[in-house]
C-alpha cells in the first residue's frame, strides 16, 4: 500500500496507465475516511485552457522516478466523472466515481463521506 505521506510527495508528477501513456499531473490525493488509507487521486487533464480534475484508484498504484502508474486504462480514467481545478467533489456525486470504475460505494453508517482530500 501507498502511504499518504509518501505519495503527497509525488504531487505534480505524471500519472500514467498500464501501458505507461500519460493521463495527466498528479493533483491530489483523497483517503478513504473508514481507514485513513490513500484511495483514490485527482488528476489534471485537458489543454491549458481547458484544465479539468479526473479520479483514478489508487489500489495497485506503483510509485516510480517521476511518475505515479494507476491500474486503469487512460481512456477509462479520462472519460471519468470530472469537476474544475478549483472545486471539491459534491458529496452527491461520490457514488458515480466509484461506480465509474465498478467499485462499491460505502458511505458512513449517518451518510458521511467515503472520500476526504488530503
Known amino acids: 500500500m501507498i502511504q499518504i505521506a509518501d505519495i503527497r510527495e509525488w504531487r505534480t508528477?505524471?500519472?500514467?496507465?498500464?501501458?505507461g501513456?500519460?493521463?495527466?499531473?498528479?493533483?491530489a490525493i483523497y483517503v478513504d475516511t473508514s481507514t485513513d488509507e490513500p484511495a483514490m487521486a485527482t488528476v489534471?487533464?485537458?489543454?491549458?485552457?481547458?484544465?479539468?480534475l479526473v479520479f483514478v484508484p489508487l489500489a495497485g498504484a506503483i510509485v516510480g522516478?517521476?511518475?505515479?502508474?494507476?491500474?486503469?486504462?487512460?481512456?477509462?480514467?479520462?472519460?471519468?466523472?470530472?469537476?474544475?481545478t478549483?472545486?471539491?467533489?459534491?458529496?452527491?456525486?461520490?457514488?458515480?466515481?466509484?461506480?465509474?470504475y465498478g467499485l462499491?460505494?460505502?458511505?458512513?453508517?449517518?451518510g458521511e463521506r467515503q472520500l476526504a482530500r488530503r
Open 65 to 84: 522516478p517521476g511518475y505515479v502508474k494507476v491500474d486503469y486504462d487512460r481512456s477509462l480514467v479520462k472519460k471519468g466523472p470530472a469537476m474544475g
Open 86 to 100: 478549483d472545486d471539491i467533489l459534491p458529496s452527491k456525486d461520490e457514488a458515480a466515481v466509484f461506480a465509474h
Open 21 to 27: 501513456r500519460k493521463i495527466g499531473m498528479l493533483e
Open 44 to 52: 489534471q487533464v485537458g489543454l491549458p485552457t481547458r484544465r479539468h
Open 13 to 19: 508528477h505524471d500519472v500514467v496507465d498500464p501501458g
Open 104 to 110: 462499491p460505494y460505502e458511505p458512513g453508517a449517518r
